[in-house]
């Protein structure tokens, strides 16, 4: 299962942490809000060339399908990828999984430069969020 796949491939990332080439620098960031408080913060950072590789297997796994919103996607495009993911970033965050919430974090904001904010909504009997773009 791809959610099963992604927690694994942050387990790599948690325990290798010895490989410093970076080769990306994040251009810009965004935020996530819940219930119209930032709960995180992806700013300004540098991509190690292990976490490229972890987001390149992410977004191969992703193109295979995946269920969003109760309907199997065969064939997601980018935006179904990327708000996917974000609901992964949610529930990392949900789950104080660090590592989890910096690989989704990294894959969104390499994957969409014009990401300014993940705006999410929850009370008891439901979570909405939506992704803010410029």
């Known amino acids: ?48 060339a292990r976490v490229r590789r972890h ?23 980018e935006f179904q990828k990327q708000q996917y993911v974000a609901m992964i970033l949610l529930d990392g965050l949900d789950h104080n999984n660090t590592s989890l919430v910096e690989l989704m974090s990294s894959f969104l904001a390499t994957r969409n430069k014009q990401l300014r904010e993940i705006r999410a909504t929850a009370n008891q009997n439901s979570f909405n969020f939506s992704l803010i773009i410029d």
């Not at 987001?55 to 495009?77: I, M, N, S, T």
């Open 1 to 48: 299962m791809l959610c099963d796949f992604i927690y694994k491939v942050t387990d790599i990332i948690r325990y290798n942490q010895f490989f410093v080439d970076v080769i990306e620098i994040m251009n810009s960031g965004f935020i996530v809000t819940i219930n119209n408080q930032t709960v995180y913060e992806c700013n300004e950072a540098r991509f190690p």
């Open 55 to 77: 987001l390149d297997e992410v977004d191969e796994k992703l193109a295979q399908g995946f269920e969003l919103a109760g309907q199997w996607l065969d064939d997601p495009d």
